[in-house]
């Protein structure tokens, strides 16, 4: 290899150097990024990362950039939380929560994609990069973008929720919504990508935007005080995320930053939308493709495009999969909210309710150490809450009327605090 990295086909194997491409021309299998892992050994150690940049950069020499980039946007390093209130309610006593409803800068794990993605985007000599989004990749490119003063054009479904369209206007991108779902979008995309000669981060520049989710795995393991978890517990649409982080760990086990060991990886999917859970539970990696209808608008991938690999990381690792309805999802929001004080957007509220499902039926133990994947905002999806909660009539700013008020509201917050609520599993 003349550089640390190169892209190779996950199915034949076929190399094809550094270029803006994602099919295996032979095989039409993804693409991926492959490491020299021996010229890593030096440079991905412990001490170099703990000396690193408090962002997801500090896990560059395992990311696909050049060593003279000079990262512009400081994403990651989200908090890796315990969550014992949440535990209580779900029998759960080593349960941790991995934060990135509050990931810089748009609130969600896409901007450490989108890190990676654009950094390459320069690389190639794009002046215009774009995406097909689901919600969350379309702000975070936005913003970047703007920042790295690239011009944007970005594909939505037209029916996506207002904040997710608003919070990608606001950066100045093009905002282009089509009448169809999201992989009617992400079709028109590769035929625009073919045509125009622009990079967009999640088709012709996807082996890339990929790596940006690995620094999830890391993160968890460097903040379990180098450790591998038991089990994870993620979030799928298209399926990448849940596969980096497994190849996060992978890595760390190759270069000796962590002990080998055991982790099941558990996917998480809305019922509306849920062909890898599909998949799974019929022991397949053969993904029958739906057509999505749930307010988990931001997983609502019907064809997934790493499905297949997903199903495997699963299967292989003894995991498991599991597809919850809006209902659940929305419930799950609330009990996180209260018990965490989290806000976390539909895909949370999906990890969430299906985290709880998982030891409800005795799929993860209750002692076993278990990361749940929060990938996104609550702030983003205040529609599915719309007529959740009454406001109260206002009061004259008077001790005597708060008094009289606390009569008849006091006893009403914190339900949850007894008998485990009345949240839906
Ligand atoms: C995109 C997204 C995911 C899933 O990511 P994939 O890598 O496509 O499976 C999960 N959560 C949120 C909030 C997302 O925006
Ligand atoms: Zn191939």
């Given at each position: 290899?003349?550089?640390?990295?190169?892209?190779?086909c996950?199915g034949?194997?076929?190399?094809?150097?550094?270029?803006?491409?994602?099919i295996c021309e032979d095989c039409f299998s993804?693409?991926?990024?492959?490491?020299?892992?021996?010229?890593?050994?030096?440079?991905?150690?412990?001490?170099?990362?703990?000396?690193?940049?408090?962002?997801?950069?500090?896990?560059?020499?395992?990311?696909?950039?050049?060593?003279?980039?000079?990262?512009?946007?400081?994403?990651?390093?989200?908090?890796?939380?315990?969550?014992?209130?949440?535990?209580?309610?779900?029998?759960?006593?080593?349960?941790?929560?991995?934060?990135?409803?509050?990931?810089?800068?748009?609130?969600?794990?896409?901007?450490?994609?989108?890190?990676?993605?654009?950094?390459?985007?320069?690389?190639?000599?794009?002046?215009?990069?774009?995406?097909?989004?689901?919600?969350?990749?379309?702000?975070?490119?936005?913003?970047?973008?703007?920042?790295?003063?690239?011009?944007?054009?970005?594909?939505?479904?037209?029916?996506?929720?207002?904040?997710?369209?608003?919070?990608?206007?606001?950066?100045?991108?093009?905002?282009?919504?089509?009448?169809?779902?999201?992989?009617?979008?992400?079709?028109?995309?590769?035929?625009?990508?073919?045509?125009?000669?622009?990079?967009?981060?999640?088709?012709?520049?996807?082996?890339?935007?990929?790596?940006?989710?690995?620094?999830?795995?890391?993160?968890?393991?460097?903040?379990?005080?180098?450790?591998?978890?038991?089990?994870?517990?993620?979030?799928?649409?298209?399926?990448?995320?849940?596969?980096?982080?497994?190849?996060?760990?992978?890595?760390?086990?190759?270069?000796?930053?962590?002990?080998?060991?055991?982790?099941?990886?558990?996917?998480?999917?809305?019922?509306?939308?849920?062909?890898?859970?599909?998949?799974?539970?019929?022991?397949?990696?053969?993904?029958?493709?739906?057509?999505?209808?749930?307010?988990?608008?931001?997983?609502?991938?019907?064809?997934?495009?790493?499905?297949?690999?997903?199903?495997?990381?699963?299967?292989?690792?003894?995991?498991?999969?599991?597809?919850?309805?809006?209902?659940?999802?929305?419930?799950?929001?609330?009990?996180?909210?209260?018990?965490?004080?989290?806000?976390?957007?539909?895909?949370?509220?999906?990890?969430?309710?299906?985290?709880?499902?998982?030891?409800?039926?005795?799929?993860?133990?209750?002692?076993?150490?278990?990361?749940?994947?929060?990938?996104?905002?609550?702030?983003?999806?205040?529609?599915?809450?719309?007529?959740?909660?009454?406001?109260?009539?206002?009061?004259?700013?008077?001790?005597?009327?708060?008094?009289?008020?606390?009569?008849?509201?006091?006893?009403?917050?914190?339900?949850?605090?007894?008998?485990?609520?009345?949240?839906?599993?």
């Amino acid at each position: 290899m003349t550089t640390a990295y190169e892209l190779r086909c996950k199915g034949c194997g076929k190399t094809y150097g550094l270029q803006p491409l994602s099919i295996c021309e032979d095989c039409f299998s993804p693409l991926e990024i492959v490491y020299d892992l021996e010229y890593a050994r030096t440079r991905f150690t412990r001490y170099a990362i703990a000396n690193g940049p408090l962002n997801m950069w500090r896990y560059r020499a395992l990311l696909p950039v050049r060593d003279s980039y000079v990262p512009k946007t400081p994403a990651g390093l989200t908090p890796l939380v315990e969550a014992p209130r949440l535990g209580e309610h779900i029998g759960a006593r080593n349960l941790y929560l991995k934060n990135d409803a509050v990931c810089m800068p748009t609130l969600s794990f896409k901007d450490r994609v989108v890190a990676v993605a654009l950094a390459n985007a320069q690389d190639f000599g794009f002046d215009t990069v774009g995406c097909s989004s689901t919600g969350n990749l379309a702000n975070a490119v936005a913003a970047q973008a703007a920042r790295l003063g690239l011009k944007t054009f970005i594909l939505v479904p037209a029916d996506l929720e207002p904040a997710k369209i608003l919070n990608t206007q606001v950066y100045g991108a093009t905002l282009v919504r089509v009448d169809g779902n999201y992989d009617h979008v992400n079709r028109l995309c590769s035929q625009i990508a073919d045509r125009y000669n622009w990079g967009f981060v999640n088709v012709n520049l996807r082996p890339y935007y990929a790596e940006g989710s690995k620094t999830v795995g890391y993160e968890i393991a460097e903040q379990l005080g180098w450790r591998l978890p038991d089990n994870i517990v993620c979030p799928m649409a298209g399926g990448s995320l849940i596969t980096k982080i497994r190849k996060a760990f992978d890595e760390l086990i190759a270069l000796g930053l962590v002990d080998e060991k055991p982790v099941r990886f558990f996917g998480a999917q809305a019922t509306g939308c849920s062909p890898i859970a599909k998949a799974v539970k019929g022991g397949t990696d053969v993904i029958e493709p739906q057509r999505p209808n749930t307010i988990a608008r931001s997983l609502a991938i019907g064809n997934p495009a790493d499905g297949m690999y997903a199903a495997r990381t699963i299967l292989a690792t003894g995991g498991w999969a599991e597809d919850v309805s809006d209902v659940e999802i929305v419930s799950a929001i609330q009990e996180l909210a209260e018990t965490e004080g989290i806000f976390t957007e539909t895909a949370g509220g999906v990890t969430t309710a299906v985290t709880a499902r998982l030891y409800a039926h005795g799929r993860i133990q209750r002692d076993e150490l278990t990361v749940s994947c929060i990938t996104g905002n609550g702030l983003k999806t205040t529609d599915c809450l719309n007529g959740a909660y009454e406001q109260s009539e206002a009061i004259r700013p008077r001790l005597a009327d708060f008094e009289i008020y606390v009569e008849e509201h006091g006893a009403t917050r914190q339900q949850l605090s007894t008998a485990g609520g009345n949240h839906v599993r």
